[in-house]
């Protein structure tokens, strides 16, 4: 970054300050996860974590076992849903179908902002998993366990309910064994204002005091 003047100084340590602020506020988030059997979930029992709520809608041939579980996981600022089928001694997961579920914000200062998608499989011709929502004209697809997008997320337009739908569509003899579905959030626009002015103020501080 240049700093050839005193004002290009000051913008600096303004922009410092708001990235710090920022990492503090991030950083004050810790890891938490919650883990329900496919059984209780579909039963009516919701996965609560954070400020994040998922609920089972409907299911079409999905055929999980009672004992499958699902999480929901908090990492920093990322919340990851992970169905998780039994494993590979037991049942994994071969069927052809789908599952629909909500997931929405109770904090009315946060905001979903980016999807993703992933899953785990017995192997690379397994066929896709792809993930739609009935809000956004957004289409999600794994294939062969591949993530989409490789890094990262699709950016979506602030919001807080997503109802999501999961497919599986493997090819004969291939198996699942999990697959998630990764959301970003972010505070709402005038959390984000409010950071910068406190960037702002400092900035201004320190160009009075240079005068």
Same mark, same amino acid.
């Given at each position: 970054m240049m700093t050839t003047n005193k004002l290009t100084k000051t913008f600096a340590s303004g922009s410092l300050a708001i990235g710090v602020? !920022?990492?503090?506020?991030l950083t004050a988030t810790s890891a938490s996860a919650m883990t329900l059997t496919w059984q209780d979930w579909t039963g009516g029992t919701p996965l609560e974590n954070g400020d994040k709520k998922v609920t089972f809608v409907s299911e079409s041939g999905f055929g999980a076992e009672p004992l499958d579980t699902v999480t929901l996981s908090l990492i920093g600022d990322e919340?990851?849903?992970i169905?998780? !089928?039994?494993?590979?001694?037991?049942d994994n997961n071969s069927n052809s179908g789908s599952f629909t579920y909500t997931i929405e914000v109770t904090?009315?200062?946060k905001f979903l902002t980016g999807v993703a998608l992933d899953s785990d499989v017995t192997a690379t011709d397994y066929g896709t998993v792809t993930k739609t929502f009935a809000e956004i004209p957004l289409t999600l697809t794994s294939t062969g366990g591949s993530a989409d997008p490789l890094v990262g997320f699709y950016p979506i337009a602030p919001t807080q309910l997503l109802t999501v739908t999961d497919t599986l569509a493997p090819n004969?003899?291939?198996t699942l064994y999990t697959l998630s579905n990764a959301y970003k959030q972010t505070p709402e626009p005038g959390t984000i204002l409010g950071l910068l002015a406190v960037g702002g103020l400092g900035m201004v501080s320190r160009l009075k005091k240079q005068k």
């Open positions: 602020l !920022a990492g503090a506020v919340y990851d849903f169905y998780s !089928a039994l494993p590979d001694a037991i904090d009315p200062n004969s003899g291939e």
